[in-house]
């Protein structure tokens, strides 16, 4: 089953804002991923951030993590018309026996009006 | 990192037929999975690939539909049997490169688009 859920499910912005995308989950974690996909092809990694972590920053990206409130948020600043992606947060599995499967949730749609 | 190829990128196949999707990575890699990503959904995940053994599949997956193999740590092969219209969806394969903080996240490949008629 589904661990993570996004949300909004779609956001629409101009080119130049920012825009915010929250994740949350149901039971404890040691990491939470994020990750992007242009129009149906292959994943693409933009962040890991460990149970120990509060924030992280990787060039326009900002993640925070809560795991009081089990939750997570992405932060792109100063989007671009490339930013037009479906982006979704990814958590271990539930169930354990390995760290490394993942389950999705079922995705923010950003779309970045030029 | 990891550069992954995955091939076919895209087929539409009769109802009834199989088909085999091959991975290959650029280098040695500790842990291959297999998603299935249905229109508009989000990915669920298959089986984990084992080298040398039977793959680890998930709930509500089953090895007499989704065989895999993975003969070595750079390849790995999914067929989806006996398809069924049910089955059109994107499958992916990704992998975990090593298990030390900084190596532990995973890539993916740009997906095969299966469209079953």
């Known amino acids: 089953s589904q661990q993570g859920e996004e949300d909004p499910q779609a956001l629409s912005i101009q080119e130049g804002e920012n825009a915010t995308m929250n994740c949350s989950y149901k039971?404890?974690?040691?990491?939470l991923q994020w990750y992007r996909q242009n129009s149906g092809r292959g994943l693409v990694h933009l962040i890991l951030?460990?149970?120990?972590?509060r924030e992280k920053h990787s060039g326009r990206l900002r993640v925070t993590l809560d795991t009081s409130k089990k939750s997570s948020s992405l932060l792109i600043t100063a989007s671009r018309a490339a930013d037009t992606a479906s982006y979704f947060c990814?958590?271990?599995?539930?169930?354990?026996?390995?760290?490394?499967?993942?389950?999705f949730g079922k995705g923010t749609l950003l779309t970045v009006n030029p | 990192s990891a550069v992954i190829s995955q091939k076919p990128s895209r087929d539409i196949c009769q109802r009834g037929t199989s088909l085999t999707i091959q991975c290959q990575v650029d280098s040695q890699v500790t842990m291959m999975f297999w998603y299935r990503q249905q229109p508009g959904q989000s990915l669920t995940l298959i089986a984990t690939?084992?080298?040398?053994?039977?793959?680890?599949?998930e709930s509500g997956f089953v090895i007499d539909k989704f065989p895999i193999s993975r003969p070595n740590l750079t390849f790995s092969t999914l067929t989806v049997s006996n398809m069924s219209p049910e089955d059109s969806s994107i499958y992916l394969c990704?992998?975990?490169?090593?298990?030390?903080?900084?190596?532990?996240?995973?890539?993916f490949g740009a997906g095969t688009r299966l469209s079953v008629l």
């Open positions: 990814a958590t271990p599995f539930l169930g354990g026996g390995s760290n490394y499967k993942l389950t």
């Open positions: 951030i460990r149970s120990n972590e």
């Open positions: 039971t404890s974690i040691n990491n």
């Open positions: 990704s992998v975990v490169v090593g298990l030390a903080p900084g190596r532990d996240i995973q890539y």
């Open positions: 690939a084992n080298q040398g053994s039977e793959a680890t599949y």
